[in-house]
C-alpha cells in the first residue's frame, strides 16, 4: 500500500529529544504514509505525546529531523492541524465554543487581523460536522469531556489542513462521541488527509486504524496494522506490562491460537 | 460629606483633578492587564514584581545619582523584570514550582531593597529622592508630569492589547495550540509579562509596592464574576479600577489624615469582595441558594418516587401511606416531611389523613414523567 | 553520664551569654581616656562636641539630610551605641524608630534625653498630636542653649573630674548661642510683618515660629511618617493664595515632590509662589561644611528665610 503514494505524509530520520539527560524519543525513523489514519501507541512515558509535538516545533530535538512532505515543519505549518489533549486547558476560561473553533482560523488570519464572517461561517460548519452547532454560543465550561473533545476537533478541522495530529483523543469520552469522532477520521482519510493519533486502547487498534507505530522511547516497529501490530512487537514495546493488557483480549492480527497460549507464555 | 464640593474639585481643583486623573488611568491599565495575569494564572505575580521593583528603585538612585521620577520608574521596571526573568529560570531549571518561587524572588528582591533603603537613609541628600514614600505610595502628590508619564505608557499598553487581541486571547487559553499556529509565543509571553510590570511600575507611585498587587488582582476577579465574555470582562475590569481609583481620591480628600493609595485599594477589595458574594451564577450567596435548592429538589424526588412505588404495590398510584414508612426508605429520614409539606405547596402529594400521604393526580403524573426522562433512580 | 552533658551544655551557654553582655558594668574611672559619646542627630552631635571639646569622642548616628523621624538602627549603629559611655538623644520621639534600642541601652550606659530640662510648660504640644509633644525644639535658640545645660550636667555626672573643662567649654558656647539669637531676632525684624508666614514641607518649625514670631504652615504634620492627602495639599495652596505668600521652602531631609506638589496647585489658583530656598529641618548640611554645625545651620536657615520673604514683587 504504502509504494504507491507519491510521498510520504511526514518523514522521522533519527529523531532524539531529551529532557534533562533522559531521552523521551532515541534514534526515531518514520515513514508515515499519506492518507492514512496512523495509531501511535506505546507506555506511559514512552514519548508519544513528544513526538507529535516535534511533528509541530513544539519541541526542540536533541537530533535528528521532521520533514512534513519533504519539507521542514516550520515552511509546512499550514498542512498540520493539531488537537492537543483535553486537560491542557483551562475550561473555566472566559469563551463560546464558537470561539473556541475560531481560534482554528488565527493561523491563516495572522498578525493582527481577527476572525471575520467568513471564518465564523467555516467555524459552524465545523460544529457542525462534529455535531455541536447547537452549542455554538455556549461556555466552554458548561461543556461534558465528549463535548470539550469534539469542539477541539472541530478547532482543527478549520483550520483545512492536510495532516491532523490528535493526542488521545478518545481519553475520558463515551462511546457515542467516540463513534461519532471515528467517523469523521475516517471521512478525513476519504478525503485524502493523513491522521496520527496517538492512542491508549489496544483493543480498537486493528478496528480503527490502517497504520500503527509502536513506540517506547525507541521506534520498536511502524507499518500496516496487519503486519506490525503483532504480540512480538507488542511484547516489546510493553515489556512486562503486557501481562496487565491480556487475558486473551488482544485483537485483530494477533491470531486467535495464540490467544490461549497467552496466559501460560506469560508470567 | 459635600458632594457638590467633591464633584465640583474634581473637575476645578487642579489638585484633585490630577491625581484622580493619575489614579483613573492607573486604575484602568492595571485592571485590563490584570484580567490576563489572571487567566493565565499570574495574579500573583503582581505582588512579586511589585516588591522586586523597590531595589531597582534605590539602585537607580545610587547608581545614576538622580531623583527624577523618569529614571526611579524605569529603575522599577528594570528590577521588576529581572524579578520576572529570574522567577520564569527558577521554574523552568529547578524543581521548585512556581508558587515556592515566587515567595522567594518576592522576599529576596524586597528584602535587598529595604537594605539599600536602610542604606540610603544614611547618605546624605538620600530622602530627596523620597525613596520609601515608595511603600505605600504618595498619591496626593502627583504632578501632571507624572500623569502624562502614567498616560503614555499606559497607552501604548492599552493599544497593544487591543492591536494583538486575539494574540492574547489563544496564548492566555492554549499556549501550545497557538505555538502549533506558528506564534511566536515566546516573545508574545515576555511581551505580555512585560506589560503587566509596566501597570505595575506605574502604579507604584500612586500605590506603593506593598499594595500595588491589589490593584491587578482585585478588579480582575471582581469582573470574572458578572460575565463569561472576555471582552466584558476586561472591560468591566478597566471600570472597576478607574473606579476605585477616582473614588478612592475623592474620598481620601475629604477630610486630612486619610492616606489616598490605600483607601483606593480598600474600595478595589471591596468590590472584588460583593462580586465574588453577590454576583448573579457565580457570586456565593447565589449558588449557595442554588445548592440548596437543587437539594431540596433532590430528596423531593426521592421521596414521591417512593410514595409511587409504594403505592405501586397495592395497584393504586394514589393509595396512601404512613410517613413513617417513607422515612425507613429514605437516607436522610429527617428531611422527608419537610419534603412532603414541599410537595404539598406544588400540589403533588395530599395529606389524606393524620400522617398518611398520597400522590395527587397531578403528582402521577409528574412521576410518569420522571420514568419516561429516565431519571428514575 | 550522657544526661549530666546535656544538661550542662544548655548551662554553659547561659552561661557563656551571660558573661558576654555585661561586659562594661565595672564602674569604669573614665578620667583616664576620652569619653566615648554617641549622639541620635547632628544637632545634638555638635552641641556635645561644642561642651565635651578635647575630652568627649562624638559619634553621630544621623548625618547630613537624614530624616529622624523614619530612621532605625543598623547593626553598626547598635554597636556604636554598646560602646558609647554616654548617649545622647533629642526624645520627644524625635528619633521614632530607635525606641526600643535606646531603651535597652540604659540598662549599662548612661542615655540623656537632652529635653528632658526644658520645663513642660515652654514645649508645645500640637492639637492633632494628642499627648506628644513636637521635638523641634532646636529651632528656639533660648530652648537649644537649656538642652545645652543637660549635656553639660550629664557629662559632669559621669566625669566629674573634668567639671572645670566642661563648664567653661559651656559657658564660651553659651555665649555665642546668645549671639545667634541676637542675630536671628534682628534679622527676622526686617521682613514686613505681613510676609511672616514661613510654609515648609513638615511641621518642624513651630518653636522657630512662636520664639520670632513667624507663622507657620506644614504640609505634613509633626511626623513624615504620615502621607500627606489632597485635602492637606488643597488646604495648604489655599491658604498661600489667600495670603499672598511669595516664597515656600523645601527641606533637605524631605523630597521636594511635596512642595512641588503644592506649588502647582497654587499656580493653578493663579497665585506665582516661589520656592525660596531648601532649609534645614531634621538634619544639619555636610561635616566640614558651615552649615554642618547648629551655629552654621541656623544661620544659614534664617538668611534663606530672610532673603526669599523680604523681596517684594
Redesign the interface.
Known amino acids: 500500500m504504502t509504494d504507491t503514494l507519491p510521498m510520504s505524509a511526514i518523514t522521522v530520520n533519527d529523531l532524539t529529544v531529551a529532557y534533562k539527560d533522559q531521552p523521551v524519543l532515541w534514534d526515531v525513523d518514520l515513514d508515515i504514509p499519506a492518507g492514512t489514519l496512523v495509531a501511535i501507541v506505546g507506555p506511559n512515558g514512552a514519548g508519544k505525546t513528544t513526538l507529535l509535538k516535534s511533528f509541530l516545533g513544539l519541541v526542540r530535538p536533541a537530533a535528528g529531523q521532521v520533514l512534513i512532505f519533504n519539507k521542514p515543519f516550520s515552511q509546512q505549518r499550514r498542512m498540520l492541524g493539531y488537537v492537543p489533549q483535553r486537560g491542557s486547558v483551562d475550561w473555566d476560561f472566559p469563551t463560546s465554543v464558537a470561539d473556541v473553533v475560531m481560534m482554528g482560523r488565527y493561523g491563516t488570519l495572522g498578525w493582527v487581523r481577527r476572525p471575520g464572517s467568513a471564518d465564523r461561517l467555516k467555524a459552524l460548519k465545523a460544529l457542525e460536522q462534529v455535531g455541536m452547532l447547537e452549542f455554538a454560543e455556549r461556555q466552554i465550561s458548561q461543556l461534558s469531556g465528549g463535548q470539550q473533545q469534539r469542539v477541539f476537533l472541530a478547532r482543527a478541522l478549520v483550520q483545512e489542513a492536510q495532516i491532523y495530529l490528535m493526542d488521545e483523543p478518545f481519553q475520558g469520552v463515551d462511546a457515542v462521541t467516540e463513534r461519532a469522532i471515528v467517523e469523521i477520521l475516517r471521512n478525513l482519510r476519504e478525503g485524502g488527509k493523513t491522521v496520527v493519533v496517538v492512542h491508549h486502547d489496544l483493543q480498537t487498534i486493528a478496528e480503527y486504524f490502517d497504520w500503527v507505530a509502536l513506540l517506547n522511547v525507541r521506534k520498536i516497529a511502524a507499518g500496516p496494522v496487519a503486519e506490525v501490530f503483532t504480540e512480538e512487537h507488542l511484547r516489546r514495546t510493553y515489556g512486562g506490562r503486557l501481562a496487565l493488557f491480556s487475558d486473551g483480549k488482544l485483537n485483530g492480527s494477533v491470531l486467535p491460537e495464540q490467544l490461549i497460549e497467552l496466559p501460560e507464555a506469560i508470567h | 460629606m459635600d458632594w457638590a464640593k467633591i464633584i465640583h474639585?474634581l473637575f476645578f481643583?487642579?489638585?484633585?483633578r490630577?491625581?484622580a486623573t493619575g489614579s483613573t488611568l492607573l486604575g484602568i491599565v492595571s485592571g485590563v492587564l490584570g484580567v490576563f495575569a489572571m487567566?493565565r494564572?499570574q495574579s500573583l505575580l503582581g505582588d512579586t514584581v511589585s516588591h522586586a521593583a523597590l531595589p531597582g528603585v534605590a539602585l537607580a538612585f545610587l547608581l545614576l545619582n538622580s531623583?527624577a521620577p523618569l529614571v526611579l520608574l524605569l529603575g522599577a521596571m528594570t528590577a521588576g523584570w529581572l524579578g520576572m526573568l529570574a522567577l520564569m529560570a527558577i521554574v523552568r531549571n529547578t524543581r521548585i514550582k512556581l508558587d515556592s518561587a515566587m515567595a522567594l524572588i518576592l522576599s529576596v528582591f524586597f528584602g535587598f531593597g529595604i537594605v539599600l533603603l536602610?542604606y540610603t537613609?544614611?547618605?546624605?541628600?538620600?530622602?530627596?529622592?523620597?525613596l520609601?514614600?515608595f511603600l505605600?505610595?504618595?498619591?496626593?502628590?502627583?504632578?501632571?508630569a507624572d500623569v502624562i508619564t502614567i498616560g503614555i505608557l499606559g497607552g501604548i499598553a492599552l493599544l497593544l492589547v487591543i492591536?494583538?487581541?486575539?494574540?492574547f486571547?489563544?496564548l492566555?487559553?492554549?499556549r501550545?495550540?497557538?505555538?502549533?499556529?506558528?506564534?511566536p509565543v515566546g516573545v508574545l509571553d515576555i511581551l505580555l509579562t512585560t506589560l503587566l510590570v509596566t501597570a505595575i511600575v506605574i502604579g507604584l507611585q500612586a500605590v506603593g509596592v506593598i499594595l500595588m498587587s491589589a490593584m491587578v488582582v482585585a478588579p480582575a476577579a471582581a469582573a470574572?464574576q458578572w460575565?463569561?465574555?472576555?471582552w466584558v470582562?476586561v472591560v468591566l475590569s478597566a471600570g472597576f479600577g478607574a473606579f476605585s481609583g477616582v473614588s478612592g481620591?475623592l474620598i481620601?480628600?475629604?477630610?486630612?489624615?486619610?492616606?489616598?493609595?490605600p483607601t483606593i485599594v480598600v474600595i478595589a477589595s471591596t468590590i472584588a469582595l460583593l462580586s465574588l458574594l453577590f454576583a448573579p451564577n457565580r457570586g456565593v450567596i447565589f449558588t449557595s441558594f442554588r445548592d440548596l435548592k437543587n437539594k431540596r429538589t433532590m430528596r423531593a424526588e426521592t421521596v414521591i418516587q417512593s410514595l409511587y412505588l409504594l403505592a405501586k404495590q397495592h395497584g393504586d398510584p394514589q393509595y396512601p401511606h404512613a410517613e413513617a414508612v417513607l422515612r425507613t426508605m429514605s437516607a436522610n429520614p429527617l428531611s422527608v416531611k419537610r419534603s412532603l409539606k414541599h410537595l404539598e405547596s406544588n400540589g403533588l402529594v395530599a395529606n389524606v389523613h393524620e400522617s398518611r400521604w398520597a400522590l395527587t393526580a397531578q403528582g402521577v403524573l409528574h412521576v410518569e414523567k420522571l420514568v419516561a426522562r429516565r431519571r428514575f433512580l | 553520664m550522657k544526661i549530666f552533658i546535656a544538661l550542662l551544655f544548655p548551662l554553659l551557654l547561659t552561661f557563656l551569654t551571660g558573661c558576654a553582655t555585661s561586659g562594661s558594668q565595672a564602674a569604669e574611672d573614665l578620667s583616664t581616656r576620652k569619653i566615648l559619646a554617641t549622639t541620635t542627630v547632628g544637632m545634638i552631635s555638635d552641641l556635645v562636641t561644642h561642651i565635651g571639646g578635647e575630652r568627649v569622642e562624638v559619634t553621630g548616628l544621623m548625618g547630613a539630610g537624614v530624616d529622624p523621624h523614619l530612621y532605625k538602627a543598623s547593626e553598626g549603629d547598635v554597636r556604636a551605641l554598646e560602646r558609647a559611655d554616654i548617649i545622647f538623644y533629642n526624645g520627644l520621639h524625635l528619633e521614632a524608630g530607635m525606641s526600643g534600642v535606646l531603651e535597652r541601652m540604659a540598662d549599662n550606659r548612661k542615655v540623656v534625653e537632652v529635653t528632658r530640662g526644658i520645663p513642660r510648660d515652654l514645649l508645645l504640644a500640637p492639637a492633632e498630636f494628642a499627648g506628644a509633644y513636637d521635638p523641634h525644639v532646636w529651632f528656639d535658640v533660648t530652648l537649644w542653649m537649656q538642652a545645652g545645660e543637660t549635656v553639660r550636667d550629664s557629662l559632669i555626672e559621669i566625669d566629674p573630674g573634668s567639671r572645670d573643662i566642661y563648664e567653661q567649654n559651656y559657658d564660651k558656647y553659651m555665649a555665642e548661642l546668645e549671639k545667634l539669637n541676637a542675630y536671628v531676632l534682628e534679622q527676622v525684624a526686617r521682613i514686613p510683618v505681613a510676609h511672616r508666614v514661613l510654609v515648609t514641607a513638615h511641621d518642624a518649625y513651630n518653636y522657630f515660629g512662636r520664639a520670632y514670631e513667624f507663622e507657620v504652615v506644614g504640609l505634613q504634620g509633626i511626623s513624615t511618617e504620615a502621607e500627606a492627602s489632597t485635602a492637606d495639599v488643597q488646604n495648604l495652596a489655599e491658604f498661600i493664595v489667600s495670603r499672598q505668600i511669595p516664597a515656600i521652602f523645601v527641606e533637605t531631609s524631605i523630597s521636594p515632590r511635596t512642595i512641588e506638589a503644592v506649588q502647582a496647585a497654587v499656580k493653578s489658583r493663579g497665585w506665582d509662589v516661589k520656592i525660596g530656598g531648601q532649609l534645614f529641618s531634621d538634619a544639619m548640611g555636610d561635616a566640614n561644611t558651615v552649615e554642618g554645625t547648629y551655629i552654621g545651620m541656623v544661620r544659614y536657615n534664617v538668611d534663606t528665610i530672610v532673603e526669599a520673604l523680604i523681596s517684594q514683587p
Not at chain 2, 498619591?139 to 501632571?144: D, H, I, R, V
Open positions: 474639585d481643583d487642579y489638585t484633585v490630577t491625581v487567566l494564572r531623583k536602610s537613609q544614611r547618605l546624605p541628600d538620600a530622602s530627596q529622592a523620597g520609601n514614600k505605600f505610595g504618595q498619591a496626593a502628590t502627583m504632578l501632571e492591536v494583538l487581541w486575539k494574540e486571547k489563544i492566555s487559553f492554549d501550545d495550540y497557538a505555538a502549533g499556529l506558528g506564534f470574572r460575565s463569561d465574555r472576555l470582562i481620591v481620601s480628600g475629604t477630610r486630612t489624615g486619610l492616606a489616598t493609595g
